[in-house]
């Protein structure tokens, strides 16, 4: 079986060096890449209007991501992050797939402002890909499709560090027929 343990730090250095030049264009076609991925994950809106509360729709985030208006987002991140407090009675641990979602889809709309946000996508995948194997009663199915995920990760960086600028479908049509929700 692929031992990702074994090439991650060797892969987030590639990473961290091939998207650390990207441009506006660039930065928002991953950024849009990886919410429709995110999306794909179980329970997404449910997650974020619970946790967040805001309403939220993936066609509604990619548009607000194209235009610059995100603020809403970001101040229900900031006020989700103000008011949780791990010490009171109601507090509410999310779950790791809750966790993936808030944290994935702030590195998308994050990756508008900055490269090192890309780079953080690209790795929640791998993380994401690595838990599903940790913890399906499939661990082959899930660490197979993590070393191809290496792999296609590898090339397609390889593309976007030459300027080119990802069709902002790649994740989902990668990962449509995925069932994420049965670990």
């Not at 900055?114 to 599903?132: H, P, Q």
């Not at 960086?157 to 994740?171: H, K, L, P, R, T």
Request: aromatic share 14%.
């Amino acid at each position: 079986m692929f031992d990702i343990v074994s090439v991650i730090s060797k892969h987030t250095a590639f990473l961290e060096d091939k998207l650390k030049q990207l441009d506006l264009n660039q930065r928002k076609s991953i950024g849009k890449a990886f919410i429709q991925f995110y999306f794909l994950l179980p329970e997404t809106v449910e997650c974020i209007e619970h946790h967040l509360k805001i309403k939220i729709s993936e066609s509604k985030l990619i548009e607000d991501l194209e235009n610059n208006t995100l603020q809403y987002f970001k101040d229900a991140l900031k006020n989700y992050d103000a008011e949780t407090d791990e010490y009171a009675d109601n507090f509410e641990e999310l779950d790791p797939m809750e966790v993936n979602i808030i944290s994935g889809l702030e590195n998308s709309v994050r990756a508008y402002e900055k490269s090192e946000y890309a780079v953080y996508n690209f790795l929640l995948v791998i993380d994401i890909l690595d838990y599903n194997e940790n913890f399906s009663e499939n661990p082959e199915y899930w660490n197979n499709l993590l070393k191809e995920e290496i792999d296609f990760q590898q090339k397609i960086v390889e593309q976007i560090s030459n300027g080119a600028v990802i069709d902002e479908s790649i994740y989902f049509e990668r990962y449509k027929e995925v069932k994420f929700d049965e670990i």
